[in-house]
């Protein structure tokens, strides 16, 4: 397995943007790996998809892919920022819950 780097854009300033170099590791999927991810990535979304707030499902998001690693998936977070479109509650997509209030 290669490993890759990837330049990253720390701030909004072109002339000086503090690039940050990440090591990047990519591993393929199977087919039976593949299965495996998206039940998990289905359930996971099941169990965080309403606010934490108000219950409402209607919400943006930020668009950042945090990487699950298959032997730890206890561990997973989806640390993207979501805004409640109903009452305006900022948190993570892992922060949602299964249940409406």
Do not use: W
């Not at 359930?43 to 945090?66: D, I, W």
């Not at 409640?84 to 892992?94: L, M, P, S």
């Amino acid at each position: 397995m290669e490993d890759k780097i990837y330049r990253i854009r720390k701030g909004k300033d072109v002339e000086n943007p503090g690039l940050i170099y990440v090591p990047y590791i990519m591993k393929e999927h199977d087919e039976e790996s593949l299965i495996e991810y998206n039940d998990f990535m289905k359930e996971y979304r099941a169990k965080h998809k309403f606010c934490p707030e108000c219950g409402s499902e209607k919400h943006s998001t930020t668009l950042v892919g945090y990487i699950m690693k298959s032997d730890k998936r206890d561990e997973y977070k989806d640390k993207n920022i979501c805004i409640c479109q109903d009452c305006g509650n900022r948190h993570t997509a892992h922060d949602r819950v299964m249940e409406k209030n």
